[in-house]
């Protein structure tokens, strides 16, 4: 691989900067959240995050992975011939953050030539920015940044600006304009998916007048709110919200919230929650409750939600959770290095542009490589995905690749191209 540096000797510094003014859409995104937030969702995008934005299942991570600082490849100078990556994320300490930061080092472990440092911002906007510009100043071939806070991660592409560096967004946004494109999720769109499955199932089960309860995490979180509305806003008129539970995402917080509401709402139908954390908090409540039935029981309340998980997959599976809608989290990184090497190599050019639809296997893909006896990327539901501007704040900011999602029923809730599962397997190996 051509490292940056070699890379910068062809390219002027004009040509970069041309390539800041592009735009994404995705979501109005201005929301730092606090550490206890179900996945992540503190970096502001209302159609794009993702990732890891959404899960508070747990904590425990493998073999000390989680060090900020970690990194894979031989360490080299800034003259060496190897290409370093910096992956900076919000935290390292719930599974699908975990995941998202590890599927860079399982991408890259077998390349030689490439050294990725993954660096743990353990929900700190400072701690983020601080070690970045540390990394930046040891010298980089690339950023890939997924950050805590949609503002403040700006200093750390302005330090990465100024050195020529280039900084891709995954999972969640910086408003930036020299953000070169991103790689996220919809979350509009995502409740959306959640609204069309259960209007089928009540419609097939013969309900006029549903009842929905709703768990949301932190709801100052545009995240949050797209999630949220893109349910209820889809969802038939003759469906009631009779109660609407907030909590900071994880299931100690939620789970005593959703029981007062079911004690509330004894006959609703129906629990749709935002993020993993929240869903599994609807499970226990219901449990504490005496309420928790498989599908197959006429007791049974209608579970569901975005983002599956390690522990929430086995409930689908065991059929307690009807579904969820759940992102490609350990296809981010891998993607975004694919991005960035296409750059380095070819320049702003060979980027997909605003409006193409990349779909797997042409022109963009992710190697199909076996990590620790299993195949994360088997199943490349990333895409096809379509190309198209970041919006916030009544402005655009740059391209991102809107990728796809994959549906969890109890039909695929073991299937080993969903991260909840590769986690889960990984950890079992380590």
Known sequence: MTSRRTFLKGVSVASIAGLAGCSQDGGGDTEANTAGQSGGSTATDTTSQGGGDTEADTTTQSGGETDAGTTVGETGSSDSGSQRFAVSIKSMGQAGLFVQGQAAKWYTRDMDDVEVTILDAQFDASKQTQDAINAINQGLDGILLNPFDAKASRQIVKAATEEDIPVMNFDTATLSEDILIGALFGQYAGGQVAAERFTQMIEDQGIEQPTVITSVFNFESTTSQERLYGFTENVPDSVEVVN???????????????????????????????????????????????????????????????????????????????????????????????????????????????????????????????????????????????????????????????????????????????????????????
């Open 244 to 430: 609407r539970i907030e909590s900071d995402g994880t299931p100690e917080n939620s789970a005593p919230k959703t029981q007062s509401a079911l004690q509330a709402n004894p006959d609703v139908d129906a629990i749709y929650s935002n993020n993993v954390g929240s869903g599994m908090g609807a499970l226990t409540a219901l449990e504490q409750t005496d309420m928790y039935y498989k599908k197959d029981n006429e007791e049974h309340v209608m579970a569901f939600g975005i983002d599956g998980g390690p522990e929430l997959n086995q409930r689908i599976g065991a059929g307690y959770y009807d579904f969820a809608v759940d992102q490609p989290l350990h296809m981010y990184a891998p993607l975004t290095l694919e991005l960035m090497w296409s750059y380095l190599e070819n320049g702003a050019d060979a980027l997909p542009q605003v409006g193409d639809t990349v779909t797997p296997g042409e022109g963009l893909s992710i190697e199909n490589k076996e990590v620790d006896g299993i195949n994360p990327w088997e199943e490349q539901f990333w895409g096809p995905a379509e190309m198209t501007e970041y919006e916030a704040e009544d402005q655009t900011w740059w391209p991102w690749l809107k990728c796809e999602d994959a549906m969890i029923t109890q039909d695929n809730a073991d299937a080993p191209y969903l991260y909840g599962n590769v986690f889960r397997e990984i950890e079992g190996s380590s």
